[in-house]
């Protein structure tokens, strides 16, 4: 008979939780809870007293914490005495559970299993976090709160430069610990980086809208744009310059580089002056720029 079977009769699995035989459901899950808690390998590095005692009460829990499992394991402990103890009669005891669960002819009973079998892994998780636009650009390390089966846990995350919203990182081994020494699971982040109110992005790169004036397309000028990390910069626009012209300002994007958008900037209202500024300007043009359209 595999080790597993004989657990059940020469382990008080209620003991090991610390719960009275009759405890109900919720004071078994809430004991298991308290106990992994505290004995989580997270919470105890390199204490192998703690691992194995985190076990213990994994396997534990695994059965008595189990509705059809639990009522098994009372009627195999109380049937445990009619068969004159484990040195003598185990093979019939065997047949005997086999019979009591429907089974003829020996083997495991259900909910018997080998250690191999019983092992499994942790579930994985997921959490959603919020990033800053700064700090998706640039990368950060944080703490994700977790609130699982196991108890409310801190994970340290480093998030590497450049997420975008929707990715997910994985952080193996993060997740849920396994049963019986089975591996954990591991835990995936998945990122909403949140709008900026002046940068976008573009892959690697930052990109930029900068209002200019009539006279700085035609003419040309020096202007100053601000970056997100080095402060403001100066950039030529030469003269000319249609609406919609896009320079790349290398290295001045994070980890890639600033797309700077010229967009010329029409008043919305003009003083006399000005007005006349502009009809001596567009009388002095004799060339269409529709000249291409054939009309």
Do not use: C
Not at 75 to 90: C, H, I, S
Request: glycine share 14%; aromatic share 6%; proline share 6%.
């Amino acid at each position: 008979m595999a080790e597993p079977q004989r657990e059940w009769f020469e382990k008080d699995f209620y003991k090991v939780l610390g719960v009275a035989e009759n405890a109900s459901d919720k004071d078994i899950t809430r004991a298991y809870r308290k106990l992994a808690r505290e004995l989580h390998p997270d919470k105890n590095p390199g204490d192998t007293a703690a691992e194995e005692r985190f076990k213990e009460v994994s396997a534990a829990y695994d059965v008595v914490g189990d509705e059809e499992k639990r009522k098994r394991y009372d009627e195999a402990r109380r049937l445990g005495p009619m068969a004159g103890g484990f040195n003598v009669g185990f093979d019939d005891l065997s047949d005997l559970l086999g019979g009591f669960f429907g089974r003829g002819g020996g083997g495991n009973p259900p909910g018997f299993r080998s250690a191999q079998q019983r092992s499994q892994r942790g579930d994985d998780l997921e959490a959603d976090l919020a990033l800053d636009f700064e700090d998706a650009v640039n990368g950060i390390e944080t703490t994700i709160h977790l609130n699982g089966g196991e108890g409310p846990r801190d994970i340290k995350a480093r998030i590497p430069a450049g997420v975008t919203t929707g990715k997910k990182i994985r952080l193996k081994g993060r997740g849920s610990p396994g049963r019986l020494g089975g591996p954990p699971g591991d835990l995936f982040i998945k990122v909403t980086v949140r709008d900026h109110h002046l940068f976008g992005r573009a892959g690697n790169d930052l990109t930029l809208d900068v209002p200019i004036t009539f006279a700085e397309a035609t003419l040309g000028a020096d202007i100053s744009v601000p970056t997100l990390d080095a402060g403001p910069v100066k950039m030529r626009i030469p003269p000319g310059t249609s609406s919609g012209k896009t320079f790349r300002l290398r290295g001045k994007g994070g980890s890639g580089d600033l797309l700077v958008t010229a967009v010329v900037a029409v008043p919305e209202a003009l003083s006399e002056e000005q007005k006349a500024a502009v009809e001596a300007f567009a009388a002095a043009s004799d060339v269409s720029p529709r000249t291409h359209l054939g009309v």
